[in-house]
Structure formats: structure tokens, C-alpha cells
């Protein structure tokens, strides 16, 4: 997996990234080398769509 960070970002410190495949994994931009959170892929694009719609 490799990790990205939204285009919307730009170029600041205080980023989410995450890592997407059988689970998605998400951390801190300025905390790499510490822990992350991770969700079934499924879970994700269920998130990512009521974020897109507006229910959250």
C-alpha cells in the first residue's frame, strides 16, 4: 500500500493521509512513525459517500 494525501491538502503540516486497500489506513502527516487507524475498505466508501452527500 502506499500512503497519499488529499490534492485539497496543498502543502501544510496538519495533513491526513491514508493508504487504501483491503483496509484503509489513515494517519497524521506529522506523526508518521507513530500509530494510524484502520477501517474495512467497505466501511471507507461508506464514509466517503455520506461525506459526498452531505449526511455527516
Not at 494525501?5 to 486497500?21: D, L, M
Not at 494510524?36 to 459526498?52: C, G, N, Q, S, Y
Amino acid at each position: 500500500m502506499s500512503w497519499h494525501k488529499s490534492s485539497y491538502s496543498g502543502e501544510g503540516a496538519n495533513c491526513v493521509e491514508v493508504a487504501e486497500g483491503d483496509q484503509t489506513l489513515m494517519r497524521d502527516t506529522q506523526y508518521r512513525d507513530q500509530a494510524h487507524l484502520a477501517v474495512p475498505a467497505d466501511e471507507w466508501r461508506a464514509f466517503i459517500t455520506a461525506a459526498a452527500d452531505g449526511e455527516l
